[in-house]
Protein backbone atom coordinates (compact mmCIF):
# COMPACT_ATOMS: atom_id res chain seq x y z
CA UNK A 1 0.00 0.00 0.00
CA UNK A 2 1.47 3.68 -0.93
CA UNK A 3 -0.99 4.70 1.43
CA UNK A 4 -2.56 8.06 0.56
CA UNK A 5 0.35 9.19 -2.22
CA UNK A 6 1.41 12.93 -3.22
CA UNK A 7 -2.12 13.84 -4.43
CA UNK A 8 -4.22 12.65 -1.65
CA UNK A 9 -2.03 14.58 0.39
CA UNK A 10 -1.58 17.84 -1.01
CA UNK A 11 -5.83 17.81 -1.29
CA UNK A 12 -5.70 17.19 2.75
CA UNK A 13 -3.54 20.04 2.59
CA UNK A 14 -5.74 22.43 0.65
CA UNK A 15 -8.24 21.38 2.63
CA UNK A 16 -6.72 22.09 5.90
CA UNK A 17 -5.44 25.14 5.01
CA UNK A 18 -8.42 26.25 3.44
CA UNK A 19 -10.68 25.52 6.59
CA UNK A 20 -8.33 27.49 8.89
CA UNK A 21 -9.77 30.46 9.79
CA UNK A 22 -8.27 34.11 8.92
CA UNK A 23 -6.68 35.24 11.87
CA UNK A 24 -8.65 38.45 13.73
CA UNK A 25 -7.72 41.48 12.97
CA UNK A 26 -6.04 40.80 9.61
CA UNK A 27 -7.74 43.61 7.13
CA UNK A 28 -8.72 43.34 3.68
CA UNK A 29 -5.57 45.73 3.32
CA UNK A 30 -2.81 43.51 4.81
CA UNK A 31 -4.38 40.42 2.68
CA UNK A 32 -4.63 42.27 -0.56
CA UNK A 33 -1.04 44.08 0.20
CA UNK A 34 0.34 40.31 0.64
CA UNK A 35 -1.19 39.39 -2.66
CA UNK A 36 0.74 42.55 -4.38
CA UNK A 37 -3.34 44.03 -4.55
CA UNK A 38 -4.60 47.48 -3.86
CA UNK A 39 -7.76 47.47 -2.34
CA UNK A 40 -10.01 50.54 -1.73
CA UNK A 41 -13.21 52.20 -1.42
CA UNK A 42 -14.30 55.34 -3.10
CA UNK A 43 -14.52 58.27 -0.68
CA UNK A 44 -16.43 61.85 0.29
CA UNK A 45 -14.79 64.79 1.86
CA UNK A 46 -18.02 63.98 4.53
CA UNK A 47 -16.48 60.52 5.57
CA UNK A 48 -12.89 62.17 6.73
CA UNK A 49 -14.76 64.52 9.22
CA UNK A 50 -14.69 61.55 11.48
CA UNK A 51 -10.96 60.33 13.31
CA UNK A 52 -12.73 56.75 13.63
CA UNK A 53 -13.65 56.35 9.88
CA UNK A 54 -10.46 58.08 9.04
CA UNK A 55 -8.64 54.99 11.32
CA UNK A 56 -10.88 52.46 9.61
CA UNK A 57 -10.56 53.53 6.06
CA UNK A 58 -6.59 53.00 6.47
CA UNK A 59 -6.57 49.98 8.14
CA UNK A 60 -8.54 48.53 5.94
CA UNK A 61 -8.27 50.15 2.49
CA UNK A 62 -4.70 51.07 0.39
CA UNK A 63 -6.60 52.85 -2.21
CA UNK A 64 -9.07 55.59 -1.98
CA UNK A 65 -10.58 57.20 -5.35
CA UNK A 66 -12.54 60.69 -4.77
CA UNK A 67 -16.13 59.57 -5.54
CA UNK A 68 -17.26 63.17 -6.58
CA UNK A 69 -14.74 65.52 -5.62
CA UNK A 70 -12.64 65.67 -9.23
CA UNK A 71 -15.32 65.43 -11.47
CA UNK A 72 -16.04 68.63 -13.55
CA UNK A 73 -19.13 70.40 -11.86
CA UNK A 74 -17.71 69.86 -8.54
CA UNK A 75 -13.93 70.92 -9.18
CA UNK A 76 -14.61 73.54 -12.23
CA UNK A 77 -17.54 75.20 -11.03
CA UNK A 78 -17.06 78.26 -13.27
CA UNK A 79 -15.25 79.10 -16.02
CA UNK A 80 -12.15 80.92 -14.31
CA UNK A 81 -13.20 79.09 -10.76
CA UNK A 82 -11.65 75.75 -9.21
CA UNK A 83 -12.92 74.39 -6.08
CA UNK A 84 -9.84 72.29 -4.54
CA UNK A 85 -11.29 72.34 -1.06
CA UNK A 86 -13.14 68.49 -0.97
CA UNK A 87 -9.97 66.78 -3.17
CA UNK A 88 -7.09 68.42 -1.03
CA UNK A 89 -8.27 67.17 1.56
CA UNK A 90 -8.79 63.66 0.69
CA UNK A 91 -5.24 63.72 -0.88
CA UNK A 92 -4.08 64.75 2.75
CA UNK A 93 -5.81 62.23 4.39
CA UNK A 94 -5.12 59.40 1.71
CA UNK A 95 -1.18 60.78 2.01
CA UNK A 96 -1.12 60.35 5.97
CA UNK A 97 -2.76 57.36 5.58
CA UNK A 98 -0.17 55.42 3.33
CA UNK A 99 -2.66 55.11 0.53
CA UNK A 100 -2.40 55.78 -2.98
CA UNK A 101 -5.13 58.15 -4.75
CA UNK A 102 -7.12 57.43 -8.16
CA UNK A 103 -8.49 60.59 -9.47
CA UNK A 104 -11.59 60.29 -11.12
CA UNK A 105 -12.21 61.72 -13.92
CA UNK A 106 -11.23 64.15 -16.74
CA UNK A 107 -13.83 63.68 -18.90
CA UNK A 108 -17.25 62.55 -18.51
CA UNK A 109 -20.37 63.01 -20.35
CA UNK A 110 -22.00 63.49 -16.69
CA UNK A 111 -21.73 65.88 -13.83
CA UNK A 112 -20.36 68.82 -15.60
CA UNK A 113 -20.93 72.64 -15.12
CA UNK A 114 -23.83 73.96 -16.66
CA UNK A 115 -21.41 77.00 -17.77
CA UNK A 116 -19.45 74.46 -19.89
CA UNK A 117 -22.60 72.34 -21.56
CA UNK A 118 -24.92 74.98 -21.92
CA UNK A 119 -22.56 77.01 -24.16
CA UNK A 120 -21.75 76.20 -27.83
CA UNK A 121 -17.84 76.61 -28.45
CA UNK A 122 -15.64 76.33 -31.53
CA UNK A 123 -13.70 72.73 -31.46
CA UNK A 124 -11.13 75.15 -30.65
CA UNK A 125 -11.95 76.47 -27.97
CA UNK A 126 -13.42 73.26 -26.34
CA UNK A 127 -9.85 71.69 -27.16
CA UNK A 128 -8.30 74.73 -25.02
CA UNK A 129 -10.83 74.04 -22.56
CA UNK A 130 -10.09 70.28 -22.18
CA UNK A 131 -6.40 70.95 -22.07
CA UNK A 132 -6.68 74.43 -19.23
CA UNK A 133 -8.44 71.67 -17.15
CA UNK A 134 -6.33 68.98 -17.41
CA UNK A 135 -3.17 70.85 -17.00
CA UNK A 136 -4.91 72.70 -13.81
CA UNK A 137 -5.99 69.71 -12.29
CA UNK A 138 -3.50 66.64 -12.83
CA UNK A 139 -1.20 69.26 -12.84
CA UNK A 140 -2.27 70.62 -9.16
CA UNK A 141 -1.57 66.51 -7.85
CA UNK A 142 1.40 65.86 -10.00
CA UNK A 143 3.59 62.94 -8.51
CA UNK A 144 0.41 62.81 -5.66
CA UNK A 145 -2.34 60.81 -7.57
CA UNK A 146 -0.78 57.67 -9.00
CA UNK A 147 -3.90 56.62 -11.31
CA UNK A 148 -6.49 59.23 -13.18
CA UNK A 149 -9.80 57.40 -14.98
CA UNK A 150 -8.67 60.05 -17.72
CA UNK A 151 -11.61 59.36 -19.82
CA UNK A 152 -14.92 57.62 -18.60
CA UNK A 153 -17.87 56.09 -20.52
CA UNK A 154 -16.81 56.93 -23.81
CA UNK A 155 -18.74 53.87 -25.44
CA UNK A 156 -22.03 52.90 -25.64
CA UNK A 157 -23.98 49.99 -24.83
CA UNK A 158 -24.16 49.23 -28.39
CA UNK A 159 -20.51 49.45 -28.75
CA UNK A 160 -20.69 53.18 -31.13
CA UNK A 161 -19.15 56.04 -29.59
CA UNK A 162 -21.73 57.33 -27.16
CA UNK A 163 -23.13 60.79 -28.29
CA UNK A 164 -21.88 63.20 -25.71
CA UNK A 165 -21.07 67.19 -25.32
CA UNK A 166 -17.60 65.78 -25.42
CA UNK A 167 -17.60 64.36 -29.28
CA UNK A 168 -20.26 67.34 -30.23
CA UNK A 169 -17.48 69.64 -29.58
CA UNK A 170 -14.15 67.72 -30.79
CA UNK A 171 -15.09 64.48 -32.47
CA UNK A 172 -13.51 61.54 -31.26
CA UNK A 173 -9.93 62.04 -30.77
CA UNK A 174 -11.08 64.04 -27.96
CA UNK A 175 -10.28 60.60 -26.28
CA UNK A 176 -6.32 60.91 -27.75
CA UNK A 177 -6.26 64.07 -26.55
CA UNK A 178 -7.39 64.26 -23.22
CA UNK A 179 -4.49 61.39 -22.63
CA UNK A 180 -2.21 63.49 -24.52
CA UNK A 181 -2.84 66.15 -21.98
CA UNK A 182 -2.59 63.63 -18.40
CA UNK A 183 0.37 62.84 -19.55
CA UNK A 184 1.90 66.08 -19.99
CA UNK A 185 0.55 67.28 -16.90
CA UNK A 186 1.95 64.17 -15.08
CA UNK A 187 3.98 61.66 -16.82
CA UNK A 188 4.57 59.51 -13.81
CA UNK A 189 0.86 59.34 -12.94
CA UNK A 190 -0.60 56.07 -14.83
CA UNK A 191 -3.54 56.71 -17.15
CA UNK A 192 -6.68 54.61 -17.52
CA UNK A 193 -10.04 54.51 -19.83
CA UNK A 194 -12.83 53.78 -17.48
CA UNK A 195 -16.40 52.19 -18.23
CA UNK A 196 -18.91 49.66 -17.26
CA UNK A 197 -20.09 46.55 -18.76
CA UNK A 198 -16.57 45.54 -19.79
CA UNK A 199 -17.06 42.20 -17.42
CA UNK A 200 -19.57 40.92 -20.02
CA UNK A 201 -18.13 39.49 -23.78
CA UNK A 202 -20.13 41.70 -25.84
CA UNK A 203 -20.26 44.37 -28.42
CA UNK A 204 -19.43 47.28 -25.55
CA UNK A 205 -16.57 44.95 -24.12
CA UNK A 206 -15.02 44.37 -28.09
CA UNK A 207 -15.54 48.17 -28.72
CA UNK A 208 -13.65 49.19 -25.63
CA UNK A 209 -10.44 46.52 -26.23
CA UNK A 210 -10.39 47.65 -30.00
CA UNK A 211 -10.72 51.59 -29.12
CA UNK A 212 -7.56 50.94 -26.43
CA UNK A 213 -5.98 49.05 -28.80
CA UNK A 214 -5.92 51.60 -31.10
CA UNK A 215 -4.93 54.48 -28.90
CA UNK A 216 -1.86 52.05 -28.10
CA UNK A 217 -0.84 51.38 -31.76
CA UNK A 218 -1.41 55.30 -31.93
CA UNK A 219 1.19 56.35 -29.54
CA UNK A 220 -1.32 57.38 -26.90
CA UNK A 221 -0.32 57.12 -23.23
CA UNK A 222 -2.39 54.68 -21.74
CA UNK A 223 -1.54 52.84 -18.86
CA UNK A 224 -5.02 50.48 -17.40
CA UNK A 225 -8.29 49.60 -18.71
CA UNK A 226 -10.77 50.24 -15.32
CA UNK A 227 -13.61 48.26 -14.61
CA UNK A 228 -15.99 49.35 -12.99
CA UNK A 229 -18.36 46.52 -12.06
CA UNK A 230 -21.37 47.90 -11.36
CA UNK A 231 -23.42 44.95 -10.92
CA UNK A 232 -27.23 44.59 -10.51
CA UNK A 233 -28.35 40.66 -8.80
CA UNK A 234 -30.29 38.74 -10.03
CA UNK A 235 -27.81 39.54 -12.84
CA UNK A 236 -25.33 37.69 -12.56
CA UNK A 237 -21.34 38.11 -12.06
CA UNK A 238 -19.77 36.32 -15.00
CA UNK A 239 -17.97 33.01 -13.57
CA UNK A 240 -13.72 33.74 -13.08
CA UNK A 241 -12.66 31.94 -15.91
CA UNK A 242 -14.66 33.97 -17.79
CA UNK A 243 -13.65 37.04 -16.90
CA UNK A 244 -10.19 36.50 -16.71
CA UNK A 245 -10.66 36.16 -20.29
CA UNK A 246 -11.58 39.57 -20.44
CA UNK A 247 -8.79 40.86 -18.50
CA UNK A 248 -6.03 38.83 -20.45
CA UNK A 249 -7.17 40.71 -23.51
CA UNK A 250 -5.85 43.99 -21.70
CA UNK A 251 -2.92 41.89 -19.88
CA UNK A 252 -2.09 41.04 -23.61
CA UNK A 253 -1.72 45.06 -25.26
CA UNK A 254 0.66 45.10 -22.15
CA UNK A 255 -1.36 47.77 -20.19
CA UNK A 256 -2.90 46.89 -16.18
CA UNK A 257 -5.86 46.15 -15.36
CA UNK A 258 -8.30 47.79 -11.88
CA UNK A 259 -11.62 47.10 -10.81
CA UNK A 260 -12.47 50.80 -10.15
CA UNK A 261 -16.15 50.73 -9.13
CA UNK A 262 -17.21 47.78 -7.90
CA UNK A 263 -20.49 47.00 -6.03
CA UNK A 264 -22.98 44.12 -6.10
CA UNK A 265 -26.69 45.70 -5.95
CA UNK A 266 -29.78 43.35 -4.72
CA UNK A 267 -33.19 43.77 -4.58
CA UNK A 268 -34.67 45.37 -0.98
CA UNK A 269 -35.57 44.07 1.04
CA UNK A 270 -32.61 41.52 0.43
CA UNK A 271 -32.10 38.10 2.54
CA UNK A 272 -29.75 36.05 3.45
CA UNK A 273 -30.07 33.86 -0.01
CA UNK A 274 -29.23 37.47 -1.83
CA UNK A 275 -26.13 38.07 0.23
CA UNK A 276 -24.69 34.77 -0.28
CA UNK A 277 -25.30 35.34 -3.79
CA UNK A 278 -23.73 38.93 -3.33
CA UNK A 279 -20.75 37.37 -1.83
CA UNK A 280 -20.46 34.73 -4.66
CA UNK A 281 -20.54 37.96 -7.09
CA UNK A 282 -17.93 39.50 -5.04
CA UNK A 283 -15.81 36.22 -4.99
CA UNK A 284 -15.76 35.63 -8.82
CA UNK A 285 -14.22 39.15 -9.33
CA UNK A 286 -11.70 39.00 -6.79
CA UNK A 287 -10.40 35.44 -8.16
CA UNK A 288 -10.17 36.25 -11.42
CA UNK A 289 -8.21 39.22 -10.37
CA UNK A 290 -5.92 37.56 -8.70
CA UNK A 291 -5.46 34.85 -11.52
CA UNK A 292 -3.79 38.11 -13.82
CA UNK A 293 -0.76 39.51 -12.37
CA UNK A 294 -1.72 42.81 -14.31
CA UNK A 295 -4.95 42.72 -12.45
CA UNK A 296 -3.26 45.07 -9.23
CA UNK A 297 -5.93 47.40 -8.02
CA UNK A 298 -9.24 46.72 -6.97
CA UNK A 299 -11.66 49.28 -5.49
CA UNK A 300 -15.52 49.01 -3.83
CA UNK A 301 -18.20 51.98 -4.69
CA UNK A 302 -18.22 52.92 -1.10
CA UNK A 303 -17.74 50.63 1.90
CA UNK A 304 -21.57 50.89 3.80
CA UNK A 305 -24.35 49.78 2.44
CA UNK A 306 -26.06 52.90 3.62
CA UNK A 307 -24.11 54.94 1.87
CA UNK A 308 -23.77 54.23 -1.69
CA UNK A 309 -25.12 56.24 -4.75
CA UNK A 310 -27.49 52.71 -6.01
CA UNK A 311 -30.69 53.66 -4.11
CA UNK A 312 -30.83 57.01 -5.42
CA UNK A 313 -29.61 55.74 -9.21
CA UNK A 314 -31.56 52.57 -9.13
CA UNK A 315 -34.75 52.79 -6.96
CA UNK A 316 -35.59 49.23 -5.49
CA UNK A 317 -31.72 48.07 -5.36
CA UNK A 318 -29.60 48.70 -2.62
CA UNK A 319 -27.19 46.58 -0.20
CA UNK A 320 -24.53 46.82 -2.75
CA UNK A 321 -21.57 46.96 -0.37
CA UNK A 322 -19.20 44.92 2.08
CA UNK A 323 -20.73 46.37 5.36
CA UNK A 324 -24.36 47.19 5.93
CA UNK A 325 -26.49 49.99 7.36
CA UNK A 326 -24.47 49.50 11.26
CA UNK A 327 -21.15 49.23 9.51
CA UNK A 328 -21.22 45.61 10.79
CA UNK A 329 -19.39 43.78 8.04
CA UNK A 330 -21.71 41.60 5.73
CA UNK A 331 -21.11 37.95 4.61
CA UNK A 332 -19.38 39.45 1.21
CA UNK A 333 -16.77 41.29 3.46
CA UNK A 334 -15.94 37.90 5.55
CA UNK A 335 -15.94 35.94 2.14
CA UNK A 336 -13.31 38.16 0.57
CA UNK A 337 -11.33 38.33 3.57
CA UNK A 338 -11.55 34.10 3.05
CA UNK A 339 -10.47 34.56 -0.68
CA UNK A 340 -7.53 36.66 0.11
CA UNK A 341 -6.14 34.14 3.10
CA UNK A 342 -7.05 31.05 0.91
CA UNK A 343 -5.10 32.48 -2.02
CA UNK A 344 -2.01 33.66 -0.08
CA UNK A 345 -1.77 30.46 1.53
CA UNK A 346 -2.67 27.68 -0.30
CA UNK A 347 -3.18 29.01 -4.24
CA UNK A 348 -0.51 28.75 -7.23
CA UNK A 349 1.36 32.01 -7.72
CA UNK A 350 0.72 33.65 -10.46
CA UNK A 351 1.05 32.44 -13.84
C1 LIG B 1 -21.70 58.40 -8.95
C2 LIG B 1 -21.55 58.88 -7.51
O1 LIG B 1 -21.35 57.76 -6.68
C3 LIG B 1 -22.76 59.64 -7.07
O2 LIG B 1 -22.56 60.21 -5.77
C4 LIG B 1 -23.09 60.74 -8.08
O3 LIG B 1 -24.30 61.38 -7.72
C5 LIG B 1 -23.19 60.16 -9.49
O4 LIG B 1 -22.00 59.47 -9.81
N1 LIG B 1 -19.96 55.51 -12.79
C6 LIG B 1 -18.97 56.41 -12.43
C7 LIG B 1 -19.06 57.15 -11.15
O5 LIG B 1 -17.97 56.52 -13.14
O6 LIG B 1 -18.49 58.43 -11.23
C8 LIG B 1 -20.48 57.25 -10.67
O7 LIG B 1 -20.47 57.84 -9.36
C9 LIG B 1 -21.14 55.90 -10.67
C10 LIG B 1 -21.18 55.33 -12.05
Known sequence: MRGIGV?????IVLV??????VPDGVTLRTLAGDRGRHIGTAVEPSHLASAQTVEFLAAEFSVVTAENALKWGPVHPERDRY???AADLIVATAEASDQIVRGHTLVWHRQNPAWLVSTVWTRDEAIALLETHIATVVGRYRGRVAHWDVVNEAIADDGSMRDTFWLRAIGPDYVTLAFEFAHAADPGALLYYNDYLLERAGPKADAVHA??????ADGVPIHGIGYQMHVLVPELMPEPAALRREFVRYADLGIRVAITEMDVALILPSDADDLGRQADAYDNAIMACLGVAECDTIVFWGWRDDDSWIEAEFPGFGDALLFDRAGRP???YTRLRGVLWWNLHVAAPDP
Open 83 to 85: DFD
Open 330 to 332: KPV
Open 7 to 11: VGSLA
Open 16 to 21: VAACEP
Open 211 to 216: LVSGLL
